[in-house]
């Protein structure tokens, strides 16, 4: 069974950081490219990042490109996301997901 276990989020000012965990078991983690999604109050499903397998390559939402970044560590099995600039628009429950399968969710809420 995949598990999906995402943490770090939490309450932030208006540009502020977070940076997120999500550590995955059931998997080859190592061969597996990873998604982190998010979903907003009220809204649909919304795709942040995308990282390759070995981790060099990663790919961006327009609403979060040059202020989040995706990374992973293959021997912890974690995947990873480094929020800068956080905007209230980044209010959201953060996902990772592996192949459509999202796992346990961690809030994140930017507010003054």
């Known amino acids: 069974e995949v598990q999906l276990v995402a943490s770090g989020g939490g309450l932030v000012q208006p540009g502020g950081s977070l940076r997120l965990s999500c550590v995955v078991s059931?998997?080859?983690?190592?061969?597996?490219?990873m998604t982190w999604v998010r979903q907003a109050p009220g809204k649909g499903l919304e795709w942040v990042s995308t990282?390759?397998?070995?981790?060099?390559?990663?790919r961006y939402g327009d609403s979060v490109k040059g202020r989040f970044t995706i990374s992973r560590d293959n021997a912890k099995k974690t995947l990873y996301l480094q929020m800068n600039s956080l905007k209230p628009e980044d209010t959201a429950v953060y996902y990772c997901s592996n192949r459509g399968v999202r796992g346990q969710g961690t809030q994140v809420t930017v507010s003054s």
């Open positions: 990282i390759g397998s070995g981790g060099s390559v990663t």
């Open positions: 059931g998997l080859t983690f190592s061969t597996n490219a």
